[in-house]
């Protein structure tokens, strides 16, 4: 094993050293981080529904009737009505044959790519594709072929590479440190072309983009096309589904080890998934909501002169360069009483490192003014020469 001490040593001395902030209210805009009340630019819950009334009413209501654990995973006796009902509204929302719930997003790509992929199996991702992944092609020993971030044309000339060999593309649907949104038919046309089939992680998409919320492939989603989403983000909850034609997913029910080898989500989190879910579908107002402060957020940094990028989702980066300048920002915030993380390596590539703000319905036109205004004078800051 190596020398831990001096491991940590150097992380601090990168700049790579990570340290938690301690959370003791609910998520919500101005949480109590390290006990204080702060204006938050860092949370997924996009639409404000970790503290749904509604939600929390649904949820202690089930935990009152069927308990607080499962009590056993899926396949022995934790698969509860509650689960089921919830995969087959979500599978009624996207539209697809079957949803098979997950503990996490994390384990639902681990099982899924796990079922689908193996040593003889190269796994085509986009360079910037999630951690869980990247962790789920490894796992299944696949060779991994990474390609530039957003390059259809890259993944093209693999593919062409590798005609008639076992492959599978996986990509995020909008990636989760830029932001930005994966091309998806174009992906599709090129899946369908090599007869490899399409993973299209849309953990910050769900719930998010789309008329209906849907997700990026809304409106262009061929049916063998496997889409997997988080309920912790814009559901606000907790857990995971895969959503796909149905003999993949009793594939996975088969085969996945994520799947088989773990408690199965309490019931009372599926009934708030549910409840999310229904709020999702019934109030389109929270995204349209979400989306103009995104739209408000942009135009203000641009009067402002901040280096924002192109992307048009909640996750609006602010790329400063190295890690060091990425923390002193981050730190300045918060000596203003703003949260906003700082994305370093190895989270980013080297040099990318950056303010990652995400914004949610919840944010006013009054704290984005806020957000500006100190973003623009620690940023000036941070890039000061210190002498
Ligand atoms: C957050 C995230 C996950 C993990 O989802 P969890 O439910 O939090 O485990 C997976 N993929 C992407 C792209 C994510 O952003």
């Given amino acids: 094993m190596k020398n831990l001490a001096a491991a940590l040593d150097e992380l601090q001395e990168d700049h790579q050293w990570r340290s938690r902030n301690l959370l003791s209210s609910a998520q919500q805009i101005e949480p109590v981080i390290n006990g204080r009340k702060v204006l938050s630019f860092c949370s997924n819950d996009y639409l404000g529904l970790a503290c749904e009334p509604r939600i929390?009413?649904?949820?202690?209501?089930?935990?009152?009737?069927?308990?607080?654990?499962?009590?056993?995973?899926?396949?022995?006796?934790?698969?509860?009505?509650?689960?089921?009902?919830?995969?087959?509204?979500?599978?009624?929302?996207?539209?697809?044959?079957?949803?098979?719930?997950?503990?996490?997003?994390?384990?639902?790509?681990l099982g899924l790519v796990g079922?689908?992929?193996?040593?003889?199996?190269?796994?085509?991702?986009?360079?910037?594709?999630?951690?869980?992944?990247?962790?789920?092609?490894?796992l299944a020993r696949a060779h991994l072929k990474r390609y530039d971030h957003l390059a259809v044309d890259a993944l093209h000339r693999h593919l062409r590479k590798n005609v008639g060999k076992d492959g599978l593309i996986a990509t995020d649907g909008v990636f989760s440190m830029d932001g930005t949104v994966a091309p998806i038919e174009a992906l599709q046309k090129l899946a369908d072309s090599f007869s490899v089939p399409l993973v299209v992680d849309d953990a910050h998409g769900i719930g998010v983009l789309g008329e209906e919320g849907k997700g990026c492939t809304e409106g262009c989603r061929r049916d063998e096309t496997i889409l997997v989403g988080t309920l912790g983000k814009a559901f606000?909850?907790?857990?995971?589904?895969?959503?796909?034609?149905?003999?993949?997913?009793?594939?996975?029910?088969?085969?996945?080890?994520?799947?088989?080898?773990?408690t199965a989500l309490p019931p009372s989190v599926a009934e708030a998934a549910r409840t999310a879910l229904a709020l999702i579908r019934e109030e389109p107002g929270r995204r349209a909501k979400l989306l103009e402060q995104v739209a408000y957020f942009r135009q203000c940094a641009r009067e402002a002169d901040l280096p924002v990028t192109?992307?048009?989702?909640?996750?609006?980066?602010?790329?400063?360069?190295?890690?060091?300048?990425?923390?002193?920002?981050?730190?300045?915030?918060?000596?203003?009483?703003?949260?906003?993380?700082?994305?370093?390596?190895?989270?980013?590539?080297k040099h990318q490192a950056r303010l990652r703000v995400t914004l949610c319905a919840t944010h006013t036109r009054s704290h984005i003014d806020r957000l500006i205004d100190v973003l623009t004078r620690s940023c000036s800051r941070s890039g000061e020469d210190p002498s």
């Fill in 310 to 349: 192109a992307s048009r989702t909640p996750i609006q980066p602010i790329v400063l360069g190295d890690s060091k300048t990425a923390l002193e920002a981050s730190r300045a915030l918060l000596e203003e009483g703003i949260l906003v993380q700082a994305i370093r390596e190895p989270t980013v590539p």
């Fill in 56 to 109: 929390i009413e649904r949820y202690v209501e089930a935990a009152k009737t069927f308990g607080v654990g499962s009590g056993a995973s899926h396949l022995i006796t934790g698969h509860h009505a509650c689960h089921h009902a919830l995969e087959e509204e979500l599978a009624d929302f996207l539209g697809c044959e079957r949803t098979l719930l997950f503990s996490t997003g994390y384990m639902a790509n």
């Fill in 236 to 262: 606000g909850v907790f857990g995971a589904f895969v959503a796909a034609r149905a003999d993949i997913i009793e594939w996975c029910v088969q085969r996945a080890r994520s799947y088989i080898y773990t």
């Fill in 115 to 138: 079922a689908l992929a193996g040593r003889d199996t190269t796994v085509y991702q986009d360079r910037l594709s999630h951690a869980s992944l990247i962790d789920a092609a490894v």
